[in-house]
């Protein structure tokens, strides 16, 4: 593709409708968003961020990015899968970089690639991902890298008593994007819940009794997190940092346990619980996808079994951690609604949610969700999608 930066308009042409135009370099912010708003994937939109410097301040300037995380399925991050690229220079040049192979679902059969420290790799542990950003621990130190573009933020020590021998973090996720005004970056141990206001100088912390707090989602506006005894509560960030216990009950006799590993996932107007489990018969098995929907018409609240995902499919990776998603009609790229995306070692496996068939139904069902102190494949939507209008 030439670059559209070039494309002018002929000196001779007479075309009295674009007579300040000279070129596409030139186009005002309105058809630039509408070109964007036109994009099939995201290969397309870091084209055009990548065309000249007019078209990228129209990305940074489009005013619904976020749209893109409804449009697009996530891309697959394969940390194990290395791809051949040349040796390209740490971005503050303080780090070796390890290459990664990145999988677009609306175009398979084109590589990309990401690129993080090789220390985080090698020697930190994985809390979660969020907003685009990888959340490593270690030592009580934090790091939070930006999965695609490297960028830096280092906050505080944990305020952490006693040593860090044998130390674990159970969840890392942020409340908002880094650039948003109020974000804040949310760390689970083992005994605690800390809270750093990004770019202040320390953490809030509330001690945890007898629970661990493994999952938060943000739903209608508030916070929710849940507990590895499958609890959830209402998070609080100001005025200071709190948990209320949300009463609920399980309709049905498939109740989550340990062993299934449940994940929340907000789904539209729906918060759900999904809970996947083996099913054994002679000589084959299969994966059963059974989401519930959180009912809060009544009091208590009541997990409700969910029979059909509608339009919807899910994405999951094989961390317990790491973040899932849903996305709305994937038939537009060419996915299948009712679906469940695995992230898996080697690419992805696809299982049937609800009543709907199973597609890998066999033998050779891959999926497992566990905790791991090294990176698995995981979902992430680039942090680019999660600036509007700045």
């Known amino acids: 593709m030439q670059n559209p930066s070039k494309l002018c308009l002929a000196s001779g042409s007479a075309q009295p409708a674009m007579s300040g135009l000279q070129c596409w370099a030139d186009l005002p912010d309105g058809p630039l968003h509408s070109i964007l708003a036109l994009s099939g994937s995201f290969r397309d939109l870091l084209a055009f961020a990548a065309t000249c410097r007019t078209w990228r301040a129209a990305f940074s300037s ?133 809270d750093w206001p990004v770019g202040s100088d320390s953490w809030s912390e509330v001690q945890l009794s007898d629970a661990r707090i493994e999952q938060i989602v943000e739903f209608n506006g508030q916070f929710i997190a849940m507990d590895d005894s499958y609890k959830i509560y209402s998070l609080q960030l100001s005025p200071q940092l709190g948990l209320q216990e949300i009463t609920t009950e399980w309709v049905g006799d498939l109740a989550p346990s340990s062993y299934s590993k449940p994940w929340l996932v907000v789904c539209g107007d729906r918060l759900l619980m999904v809970t996947c489990f083996s099913t054994m018969c002679p000589g084959s ?18 997990w409700v079994e969910v029979t059909q995902l509608d339009n919807w499919a899910l994405f999951v990776g094989g961390d317990v951690r790491s973040r899932p998603f849903s996305c709305l009609r994937p038939e ?45 494949p995981l979902w992430v939507y680039p942090s680019m999608f999660y600036s509007d209008g700045q």
């Open 62 to 194: 489009y005013p619904s990015k976020s749209t893109f995380c409804a449009k697009f399925p996530p891309l697959l991050i394969q940390f194990n899968a290395r791809v051949k690229a040349p040796d390209l220079p740490s971005n503050n040049g303080r780090h070796e970089l390890r290459t990664c192979k990145v999988i677009d679902l609306t175009n398979k059969n084109v590589a990309l690639r990401c690129q993080i420290p090789q220390e985080i790799y090698q020697k930190m542990h994985f809390a979660g991902i969020s907003y685009g950003q990888l959340i490593c621990c270690r030592g009580g130190h934090c790091l939070v890298v930006d999965v695609f573009s490297g960028a830096e933020v280092s906050p505080p020590c944990l305020p952490f008593s006693g040593n860090f021998a044998g130390e674990f973090y159970y969840s890392g996720t942020l409340t908002a994007p880094l650039t948003s005004p109020n974000s804040h970056l949310l760390v689970s141990t083992e005994t605690s819940l800390f």
């Open 285 to 302: 098995s299969s994966l059963v996808c059974i989401p519930h929907r959180l009912d809060m018409s009544t009091n208590p609240h009541r």
């Open 332 to 376: 537009r790229w060419g996915g299948r609604s009712k679906w469940l995306y695995y992230a898996s070692r080697h690419s992805f496996t696809v299982h049937g949610v609800g009543d709907e068939r199973d597609p890998s139904a066999g033998p050779d069902i891959e999926y497992e969700r566990r905790w791991s102190r090294k990176l698995l």
